[in-house]
């Protein structure tokens, strides 16, 4: 099983209130990454990390902001919540000695903004 | 248009059944594809990876194909269980850039009744 854990699983909250949520690895992997998932749908990469102080915005839009000031810790953040933001957030992490693309999930975060 | 495309997008069948699920890319430079398990209300975990060479490989009961030429995968599984019961995800990687894009399919859900 993989040592990769979100906190929190489930967060029900109301329009603009700020939301940290947390993701934190313990297999000492160099790339972590955030997925959105909305059901039905394929996963879509907001963000990632090829390491401390690295971070980049992935391939769908996102209003969120990510922070990487140690290797195993890779919170994301929303300012100001928004409805449109209610989804499913999986953070993964991958070793970086390897290209073989196999990601580590967290069990994913549901995020139901009011 | 995604470049990962599954089917079917549900499926149910009885325990003890076999089953096949496709997936179909057009991903181009290929570098390899994974199938991944997702439980409801649980992270996506890897159950097999396909390189352009290999055209076969089994993971207890479950068995991947590959046709590089064609770009079709399937993952067969045999004697389904009830724990089958999930969310299978085809993912493809390509050779575009050292990190690897990763494309991802929408899932193909699988019920297995008793």
């Known amino acids: 099983e993989a040592d990769i854990y979100q906190t929190p699983r489930y967060l029900v909250i109301g329009t603009g209130k700020k939301i940290t949520l947390e993701c934190s690895q313990t297999m000492g992997h160099d790339k972590m990454y955030w997925y959105q998932q909305d059901p039905g749908m394929e996963l879509h990469l907001i963000h990632y990390?090829?390491?401390?102080?690295?971070?980049e915005k992935g391939d769908l839009s996102s209003e969120s902001t990510v922070s990487r000031i140690r290797t195993e810790h890779f919170p994301l953040t929303l300012e100001s919540a928004r409805p449109s933001h209610t989804s499913q957030y999986l953070c993964?992490?991958?070793?970086?000695?390897?290209?073989?693309?196999?990601?580590?999930f967290g069990e994913g975060s549901r995020l139901t903004v009011l | 248009k995604n470049q990962v495309e599954q089917s079917p997008q549900s499926l149910i069948i009885l325990e003890g059944k076999n089953c096949t699920l496709q997936c179909n890319y057009t991903v181009s430079p290929f570098s390899n594809l994974r199938w991944y398990k997702q439980d409801t209300g649980r992270g996506p975990v890897s159950l097999t990876i396909m390189t352009f060479s290999e055209n076969t490989k089994s993971n207890g009961r479950y068995t991947a194909t590959l046709d590089a030429d064609t770009k079709q995968s399937s993952l067969h599984i045999t004697a389904s269980q009830l724990s089958d019961s999930a969310s299978y995800i085809c993912v493809v990687s390509d050779r575009g850039s050292t990190l690897g894009r990763l494309y991802f399919g929408r899932g193909t859900q699988l019920t297995v009744w008793p």
């Open positions: 993964a992490s991958s070793s970086g000695t390897q290209n073989t693309g196999e990601l580590f």
């Open positions: 990390s090829y390491g401390v102080n690295s971070t």
